[in-house]
Structure formats: structure tokens, C-alpha cells
């Protein structure tokens, strides 16, 4: 593995709340890259979305986060990053990676050069940082107006993503639709789940609202947070 390519895994969404088909997208998408023999996942990302991003029944970040930390106990290379959330503003997900890759540089240890000035570490020893999504995401690409294409191409071109199915979409198609992810389409991974899992945060959130139990859909300690502050209930 030492000769491998280290990777990041970075995660953006609502995580409202987070589900095990969220923490399933990262342990599929690392196996993935695993065993095409060039990468080495070292660490994983989850950052819940700013609550200035406006959608309906967006719980506040301070319970996402909360409950994203809960779910990452048992996780011993994922966590959760709250400076997405702690903006004045909603982030858009291009901003939020650049973020993220200033932070891995400079978390690297540096060398001194001449007259003791720090310089970079060679380039191999940099970590790629790599948007993790589910095939769904892959598909809003295509919605007019809802994603700038330098953005779009800033995504896949500098970074990369990793793409995991989802049950009724059809990434290949996805790619060759677009002629940005077609062009770039060698830096896009699709990676395949065998075990179909369409877990839905907003199923969960409907199920909460009608008192209907959501066991085994989210780690125990993330329903227990949900009961004891009271979330996503009708009343």
C-alpha cells in the first residue's frame, strides 16, 4: 500500500439525518478504490450543509452535526467537519472542497529550503481529495441552472469523485450525457454497492413525523439523540 496514491473522501449534504446508507457510501467507495491497486483511502469526510442552504424540514446544524458524530463513534477513519456548517452562508460544494484541500496541505509536514523557509512536500506525498456522492447527485449535474459548469469541471477535473449506485439511476449514462464528465469521466470512479441499499433520510424523516420506528435504518445512538431533542416530529 505504501506505494499507492493517499485519498480523502469528502462527503457534502443535508445528512438530515445521517443514515447507515451514508456511512455505507464510504466504506463501498474506499473497498472501490482499494482494488484498483493505485489508491489508498486514508481518511474519510462528512460535512452537513450550511442552514442558510434553505431546503424544507433542514433540521439545524448543530443537531446534524451532533448526530453525525454519534454515527461516527464506531468509525475509526471517518469523521465529521463542522466548517462547512459554521459559515455566515451556504457554501457551494466547489468552495467547500478547496477548503478542505488548503486544510490537507497544510496539515502536511513541511520541509525547510534555503535560508529556512518552508517549501512543499513533494507532490506524490499530497493526498487527492475526491467528492464522494451517490449516482443521484451524479444526475442533478444535468439540472439547468442548478450547478455552474466551471464549477462542474473545477470538481472533476482537480479533484475527482467517487460515484457509488443507487437503485433506478444509470451514472454511465449520466456521464455520457454531459460533456463535461465525459470529458473527464478517467477521474470519475463508479463504484458499485452489491447490496442495494436506498435508505432515504427523507423516508426517515416521514416515518419519524408518523411515529413509525426507524430501528436499523440509523445507528442507535443517532435515533436515541432524535427522541431525546425531540427532532422531525409532528407535534
Not at 142 to 156: F, K, T, Y
Amino acid at each position: 500500500m505504501k506505494s499507492r496514491i493517499p485519498v480523502v473522501l469528502l462527503a457534502c449534504g443535508s445528512f438530515n439525518p445521517i443514515t447507515n446508507m451514508h456511512l455505507r457510501l464510504f466504506e463501498v467507495a474506499r473497498d472501490h478504490l482499494h482494488q484498483t491497486g493505485v489508491y489508498q483511502v486514508i481518511a474519510g469526510i462528512i460535512s452537513p450543509v450550511n442552514d442558510k442552504y434553505g431546503k424544507k424540514d433542514l433540521t439545524a446544524a448543530q443537531h446534524r452535526v451532533a448526530m453525525a458524530r454519534l454515527a461516527l463513534q464506531t468509525s475509526d477513519w471517518i469523521r465529521v467537519d463542522p466548517w462547512e456548517s459554521e459559515q455566515a452562508q451556504w457554501m457551494e460544494t466547489v468552495k467547500v472542497l478547496r477548503h478542505h484541500h488548503s486544510e490537507l496541505l497544510r496539515s502536511l509536514p513541511q520541509t525547510e529550503g534555503p535560508g529556512d523557509k518552508p517549501v512543499s512536500p513533494a507532490p506524490a506525498a499530497v493526498p487527492e481529495l475526491k467528492l464522494l456522492c451517490g449516482a443521484d447527485v451524479l444526475k442533478t449535474f444535468q439540472i439547468p441552472g442548478l450547478w455552474r459548469d466551471a464549477h462542474v469541471q473545477e470538481i472533476v477535473e482537480k479533484f475527482g469523485l467517487v460515484c457509488v449506485g443507487r437503485a433506478g439511476h444509470d451514472p454511465e449514462e449520466y456521464i455520457l450525457k454531459s460533456p463535461i464528465l465525459r470529458k473527464y469521466q478517467h477521474n470519475i470512479h463508479l463504484a458499485r454497492e452489491p447490496v442495494q441499499n436506498d435508505i432515504s433520510a427523507t423516508y426517515v424523516r416521514r416515518a419519524l413525523g408518523q411515529g413509525q420506528s426507524v430501528k436499523y435504518l440509523l445507528p442507535d445512538s443517532v435515533i436515541t439523540y432524535i427522541k431525546d431533542h425531540k427532532l422531525y416530529t409532528n407535534d
